[in-house]
């Protein structure tokens, strides 16, 4: 059985840094592209960045690109999300999601994954 669980979140001031987590079990790790998704309340959910299998190669949602980093360690069956310059706007539950199979141009699309956690709040506030 798969399992994505995420860690790190919680309130921040804006400006502030954090790191976000998640560990993977029940699968190979290796083998699949892995993605952070957030979602806020009311709205769907969003795309904000990916690292694939093969390569990994990372992509980023224009609204993160330059303040967010995606990192994989694959001897952890870890994938991490660092923050700088945190927003108001990014406050948000952040979900990782993962697939062995999936295709580069699904890559920002959330159902197209097979696997996901159960999410991390990140509240960016004074």
């Known amino acids: 059985q798969v399992q994505l669980v995420e860690s790190g979140g919680g309130l921040v001031q804006p400006g502030g840094s954090m790191r976000l987590s998640c560990t993977a079990a029940?699968?190979?790790?290796?083998?699949?592209?892995v993605a952070w998704f957030r979602q806020a309340p009311g709205k769907e959910r969003e795309f904000v960045a990916a690292?694939?299998?093969?390569?990994?190669?990372?992509h980023y949602s224009p609204s993160v690109a330059g303040r967010f980093t995606v990192a994989r360690d694959n001897t952890k069956n870890a994938l991490y999300l660092h923050m700088d310059n945190l927003k108001a706007e990014d406050s948000s539950v952040y979900y990782c999601?993962?697939?062995?199979?999936?295709?580069?141009?699904?890559?920002?699309?959330?159902?197209?994954?097979?696997?996901w956690g159960q999410g991390t709040q990140v509240t960016v506030s004074s």
């Open positions: 690292i694939r299998s093969s390569g990994g190669h990372t």
């Open positions: 029940g699968l190979t790790f290796s083998r699949y592209t």
């Open positions: 999601e993962s697939d062995e199979h999936l295709i580069v141009r699904n890559l920002r699309t959330a159902s197209a994954y097979d696997y």
